[in-house]
Structure formats: structure tokens, C-alpha cells
């Protein structure tokens, strides 16, 4: 089991951070089916202020070129992630386009 940790941020609104939350406590079928069939065997999300920052446990058939191939290829994935961007931004300094960033661990006990 391999764990990657990701961070976005959220636009600096009360009120699209509530709605932000409130989708993710009824996240679509579809979209778990997504997660799941990737090779995501558990994915948590965590927020302080306007900052997203996930865990994902994966097994050995994941890659992030197979799962982002697939979301490509999959029209509902498409539809959440367009409608996700609606509340999320670019962490500062990452490139055009990009929005979940892959983090750097940097310590481990």
C-alpha cells in the first residue's frame, strides 16, 4: 500500500466552503465508483481555512496516468470536476490548469 498526500485550495468564501462541504457528505455514486475503481482503497480529505489537503491509500494497480486517463474518458468525473472548480483555486505557483498538487513528504517517524 502506497499512501500520496495532495493539497488544493478553496476560494476564500464562507459560504462556497460550506457548500464545498456539504457536497462532499453526499459525493456521487459515480464518483466513488471512479475513486475506488482506480485502485483508491481510502482518500481523506481534511480542510483548514481555505486549504484542502488529502490522503489517499492506494493499492499496486494504481498510477496517476491510468486515473487520469480514465476521468478523462468517464463524462461524470468530467461534470464533478468542472463542477468542483466552481469552489476550488490554484494553490499559488503551480502551473496553468493544475489543480490537486502532489506533495512532498518531507519527515517520517
Known amino acids: 500500500m502506497r499512501r500520496y498526500c ?3 485550495d478553496l ?3 464562507p459560504k462556497l466552503i460550506a457548500e464545498y462541504e456539504s457536497w462532499h457528505r453526499k459525493v456521487w455514486p459515480e464518483i466513488i465508483e471512479s ?3 482506480s485502485g483508491i482503497e481510502d482518500m481523506t480529505i481534511y480542510r483548514y481555512s481555505n ?3 488529502m490522503i489517499m491509500e492506494v493499492n499496486d494497480n494504481f498510477s ?4 487520469a486517463a480514465a476521468d478523462l474518458a468517464n463524462p461524470k468525473v468530467q461534470e464533478w470536476e468542472e463542477f468542483m ?3 476550488q483555486q490554484a494553490i499559488p505557483g503551480v502551473k496553468p490548469g493544475e489543480k ?3 506533495m512532498e513528504k518531507i ?3
Open 51 to 53: 486549504r484542502l489537503f
Open 35 to 37: 475513486i475506488r475503481s
Open 100 to 102: 490537486w498538487v502532489l
Open 85 to 87: 472548480w466552481n469552489f
Open 107 to 109: 519527515f517520517q517517524l
Open 64 to 67: 496517476f496516468e491510468k486515473k
Open 6 to 8: 495532495l493539497a488544493v
Open 11 to 13: 476560494k476564500d468564501d
